[in-house]
C-alpha cells in the first residue's frame, strides 16, 4: 500500500531541516531526550527514525544506536549525515535484529504511521532486553480522529476549535502540510493501550506535554489549546530466576 512517503521524503527533510520542526524542537524533545538518557541506556533502536534525527541526539550521548525505517530515500539521507551511524531500511514489523539486543527502543512519531501497529509493538518489545525500556511519543488519538480536516476556523480566519469525530473508528487518512502527503493511521487511545499491555509491557510514565518556549507564541499557543503529542514509556519486566 503506497503511504506517499518515498514521494514526500524531499519535502519532509527540507521542513524538518537539522534540529526539527516545532513540535519536536519545543514539546516532545525537552521530554523525550531526558527520559531516553535517564536508565543510561548503552544500545538503543530508533524504530522509524526518518532522516535520523533522534538518532544522532542520542549517538551524542555515547549510546550505540540503531536506526531502522522503511522509506529508503529518508534512510540515505540519514546515512549522508551520520556517516559513522548504523541505518538499515527495514520495517517495524519485521525487525531484522536479534531478541533482546536493545536497552531502549523509541518511537518517535512513528506508531501513526505502521499500518500493523500491534505487530510492531510485538517487534520492539521483542528486541528488548528485560528491563528495557520502550519510549513512545505519538499523535494524541483525539488529534488524528480529525487529522485530514484540521481545525474548525470562524469567518475570520481564526482558529475556532478542534473538531473529534467518529473516534472508536480505526482507519487511514492522507494528510497534506508543506508540501507532505502522507498516510495517518487513526486509532483510539485505548488500541494502543491493548497491544501494549498484549506485549506484556509495563506502563511507567505518561505524559501530555506543552511547548516549553515561547518562540513563536502563536505556535505555541496552538499546542496548548490542545495538547498535540503523547508521551508513553514502557518497560519490559525483567526475567525471574525461579
Request: a positive charge.
Amino acid at each position: 500500500m503506497d503511504n506517499g512517503w518515498q514521494e514526500s521524503a524531499r519535502a519532509w527533510i527540507a521542513d524538518m531541516g537539522k534540529r526539527g520542526d516545532f513540535g519536536r524542537r519545543y514539546v516532545l524533545d525537552p521530554v523525550m531526550l531526558p527520559r531516553a538518557l535517564a536508565r543510561a541506556p548503552r544500545t538503543a533502536l530508533d524504530a522509524g527514525c526518518g532522516e535520523g534525527r533522534f538518532c544522532r541526539m542520542l549517538r551524542q550521548h555515547g549510546i550505540a544506536v540503531t536506526g531502522i525505517d522503511p522509506t529508503r530515500a529518508l534512510i540515505e539521507t540519514a546515512r549522508q549525515r551520520d556517516p559513522k551511524g548504523v541505518y538499515s531500511q527495514a520495517s517495524a514489523e519485521a525487525l531484522p535484529l536479534a531478541d533482546r539486543s536493545f536497552d531502549l527502543v523509541v518511537s518517535y512519531l512513528s506508531l501513526i504511521d505502521i499500518p500493523d501497529m500491534a505487530t510492531a509493538i510485538r517487534e520492539m518489545a521483542r528486541v528488548l532486553v528485560p528491563g528495557g525500556t520502550l519510549l513512545i511519543a505519538n499523535l494524541n488519538s483525539f488529534n488524528t480522529a480529525c487529522a485530514d480536516t484540521g481545525w474548525i476556523k470562524d469567518r475570520s480566519g481564526h482558529k475556532a476549535h478542534y473538531p473529534i469525530d467518529h473516534y472508536l473508528e480505526e482507519r487511514s487518512m492522507w494528510v497534506e502540510y508543506r508540501g507532505i502527503r502522507i498516510r495517518n493511521h487513526h486509532r483510539p487511545l485505548s488500541a494502543y493501550m491493548s497491544a501494549l499491555l498484549g506485549a506484556g509491557l509495563q506502563l511507567t510514565h505518561f505524559d501530555e506535554p506543552a511547548p516549553i518556549a515561547e518562540t513563536s507564541p502563536s505556535r505555541a499557543a496552538s499546542y496548548r489549546r490542545a495538547p498535540w503529542f503523547l508521551v508513553m514509556e514502557w518497560v519490559k519486566p525483567p526475567l525471574v530466576v525461579k
